[in-house]
């Protein structure tokens, strides 16, 4: 009997359930596993498969297969930032066993781990987006933002900051970067792109936030950011699930983030 494997599964239950759900759909046997690197996450309690994983470096990958193999796993399913890198680098290996990872190639998951690399391709292709700098200097605003240039959620992220406050607080941050403060609605935008990069898309306002995660949201419907999100897809190749984050101000939408991989709002764009 087959498996799919959801990794980092942490507190992520939305996206067990939907699995669990498109499973039981079409009638499937295939095994649920679960793996995190924490044996004391409450996702443990949600299926009777649970892994204890190894920290995703090379050096564990031929532990990491042997398990793959021995429990039939066919489809990954990573669900991390922190974990990209590793199944983007052994993606094509894994795929010649039979076993397809949910993720785009390295050098588009490289652009979008790094949000400067990622604000740099915006403009280069002429995507709206907001002033972005490694020096805060480089920035023309009065209010500002501070944020970890490779961070996850709203970790280390500073928002509506005076130049003072913006350079002492980026002193707390390994890697900041520094983005001009623009009020207006926080939109998040779920992409599922299959292997012939033909995508489905769906835009939701993010009504509620926790840790980083959208617990409450609103859909709607927009044709110029439609447009502006398969430009970024033609662009960048991707593949498997996609979120992007961007913000409507004064009418205007501008793209800020994206995070390729499954999401806790993915189960959507099904």
Not at 45 to 66: A, C, E, R, T
Not at 143 to 167: D, M, P, T
Request: net charge positive; with cysteine.
């Amino acid at each position: 009997m087959s498996g799919i494997l959801l990794t980092c599964s942490s507190r992520k239950i939305h996206t067990i359930d939907w699995l669990k759900l498109s499973l039981k759909k079409i009638k499937s046997k295939t095994r649920l596993f679960l793996g995190d690197s924490n044996p004391n996450v409450i996702s443990k309690n949600f299926s009777k498969h649970f892994w204890v994983m190894p920290d995703l470096q090379q050096s564990n990958f031929d532990k990491i297969l042997k398990f793959l193999i021995k429990k039939k796993i066919k489809i990954i399913f990573p669900s991390s930032d922190l974990e990209l890198l590793f199944w983007a680098r052994n993606k094509n290996f894994l795929k010649k066993k039979k076993i397809f990872v949910m993720i785009s190639n390295i050098k588009t998951i490289k652009i979008c781990l790094d949000k400067y690399l990622f604000y740099n391709f915006l403009v280069k292709n002429k995507i709206a987006t907001i002033p972005t700098s490694i020096n805060i200097d480089f920035i023309t605003t009065q209010k500002y933002v501070v944020k970890n240039r490779f961070g996850q959620g709203s970790k280390n992220c500073y928002l509506n900051l005076n130049y003072k406050n913006a350079k002492i607080l980026s002193k707390t941050i390994k890697r900041p970067i520094f983005q001009k403060f623009v009020d207006g609605d926080e939109v998040s935008i779920d992409c599922y792109v299959n292997i012939v990069g033909k995508c489905k898309i769906l835009m939701r306002y993010r009504k509620s936030i926790n840790l980083g995660e959208s617990e409450h949201t609103v859909f709607f419907k927009n044709k110029i950011i439609y447009s502006t999100i398969e430009k970024i897809i033609n662009k960048l190749f991707f593949c498997g699930h996609v979120m992007f984050q961007g913000i409507i101000s004064k009418g205007v939408f501008y793209m800020l983030e994206c995070n390729p991989r499954v999401g806790g709002a993915s189960a959507t764009c099904y």
